[in-house]
């Protein structure tokens, strides 16, 4: 993958962002799941459809439609509205939250889209389960 040097940073701190903070409990559903190589690109910038795009991976298509459904109930119980494309299939499966687009990839289906480099040049952060090099 190609991506923009990527900030290392907890997830404690990243749900802490202006533009994540209100969607911090649908978010944090991602590692209740076991979503994992999980990053944050901030593309407020640069685009008018989100402020921000997650993108993490499933280890199948089970588990990227698990963790799209856990999603999906965390913003149904937080009031929020939302949409998901691509759950039948569940390769890729994308959760609009508003000012956030989630995407939850198979390994395989991430390479070949490479969405981390569609946004190379906006800021991108890996986000940690603990906080090793915060910066």
Known sequence: MRATSK????IEKFL???AVKPYSKIINQIWEKKGFNVVGIDISKSSD???FI?????S????CQSIAEELEKSAK???LSHAIEGYGKGDWVLVDIGNIIIHI??????EIYDLEGLWYGSPCYHIQEVAKNDQ
């Open 105 to 110: 990839f198979t390994e395989e289906t991430r």
């Open 60 to 63: 199948s298509t089970k588990h």
């Open 49 to 51: 459809i989100a402020d």
């Open 77 to 79: 119980t937080s009031g």
């Open 16 to 18: 802490k962002k202006r």
């Open 54 to 58: 997650i993108i993490c991976s499933g």
């Open 7 to 10: 900030r290392i940073i907890s």
